[in-house]
């Protein structure tokens, strides 16, 4: 798994930035898009996907260890719908990554 350091020196790398250059965008475009979908309850990520904020229902769960039932309570929960583009490159329809254009 990609992590946080690997993206940002890897970015850093690629763009001719600073990793702290690349870590202040990053750090502000990850809240730029939890501020807009908290407000407005939806965020659209170009040829990436939507984040979305969706209820889910109250439910009746199940304790593992006890195996009380336990009311869960209803709330709301982000939810991502990747786009066309990512399920394609993700599924194998498209190849070569440098024929993905964003």
Do not use: W
């Not at 020196?9 to 990850?30: F, I, M, P, W």
């Not at 006890?66 to 490159?89: C, G, M, Q, Y």
């Amino acid at each position: 798994m990609l992590k946080k350091d690997e993206l940002i020196k890897h970015l850093a790398d690629k763009c001719g930035c600073t990793q702290n250059n690349v870590a202040s965008v990053l750090r502000e475009y990850q809240y730029l898009i939890l501020e807009n979908l908290k407000k407005e309850g939806k965020v659209n990520v170009l040829e990436f996907g939507s984040f979305e904020v969706v209820k889910r229902s109250a439910r009746t769960g199940i304790n593992p260890q006890t195996k009380a039932k336990i009311d869960i309570p209803e709330k709301e929960v982000p939810r991502l719908k990747a786009s066309k583009k990512f399920k394609e490159f993700v599924s194998g329809q498209v190849k070569d990554i440098f024929t993905f254009n964003f």
